[in-house]
């Protein structure tokens, strides 16, 4: 296949599929690292992808990200899965951080319903559906990110100063074997305060977001307790320290 044919074909292959890791293209393409490499430097300069750590991202994508009542509809009932193991986790009287994101926001509605626990959250979504809550509700203000609908800035990360609490369930847009990745450096740097501040740290993702990094890490496996995920991917299982101890529905 000649370069220009080559091009064309990764093109279009980027803008179906939006976000592809380097050994995906690679293995599609059945090409050197170094023939990838300057496939990939070329088309980034015309514009027609973005590279981030490990792999590509369509413009289109990378600038509108799905917007979250979209991905609370996408795979809810594995996000409720999700949710309900999560809350089998988390003992009475403890205190717990629910990091916004839709997976998050279904395990915030499942344990609101507790009134043996304290929820904190910088989540407008959860904080809206918690007006008859049976659990204590502490909420995190800040500067609206609306495609997430979560609260971050300045504010919000003043508040974690004087917070501390037990458990921390944090939702990803990706995740690979380096660790946890978000879209956007506002996001991240909330994240990374709840995992300073928590005792325990959960990651709440269903199995796409494995080998879908995004274009921040926020968190390497290390310092990440848990895994919560509706079924775990072969490679994943492989490619995470053992320490990380992983939940998922019994098949």
């Not at 995906?24 to 300057?38: D, G, M, N, V, W």
């Not at 974690?160 to 074997?177: M, P, R």
Request: proline content about 3%.
């Amino acid at each position: 296949m000649f370069a220009q044919e080559r091009h064309n074909s990764i093109r279009k292959v980027v803008r179906e599929r939006q976000r592809l890791s380097f050994a995906e293209l690679q293995k599609l393409f059945s090409i050197s690292p170094a023939t990838l490499r300057r496939d990939l430097s070329e088309l980034e300069n015309s514009g027609d992808l973005i590279r981030v750590h490990g792999g590509v991202l369509d413009p289109l994508y990378a600038r509108a990200e799905i917007s979250f009542d979209e991905r609370q509809q996408r795979r809810k009932v594995k996000k409720q899965s999700i949710a309900s193991i999560a809350n089998e986790l988390i003992p009475g009287g403890s205190s717990v951080f629910v990091d916004a994101g839709s997976t998050c926001l279904e395990a915030g509605k499942v344990l609101m319903r507790r009134a043996d626990i304290r929820l904190i959250t910088h989540s407008v979504a959860l904080i809206a559906a918690c007006s008859h809550a049976e659990a204590t509700i502490i909420c995190i203000g800040g500067e609206l990110r609306k495609v997430s609908g979560a609260l971050v800035g300045g504010n919000a990360l003043n508040a974690f100063a004087n917070l501390q609490f037990d458990f921390a369930l944090i939702g990803a847009t990706g995740l690979n074997s380096e660790g946890c990745w978000t879209t956007e450096f506002t996001e991240s740097e909330v994240k990374k305060n709840i995992i300073t501040r928590a005792k325990r740290r959960i990651v709440l993702a269903d199995q796409s977001k494995w080998q879908a990094p995004g274009t921040v890490l926020f968190s390497a496996w290390e310092k990440i307790n848990d895994w919560v995920v509706d079924h775990l991917p072969k490679d994943a299982a492989q490619a995470i320290p053992k320490s990380v101890c992983v939940h998922h529905p019994i098949r």
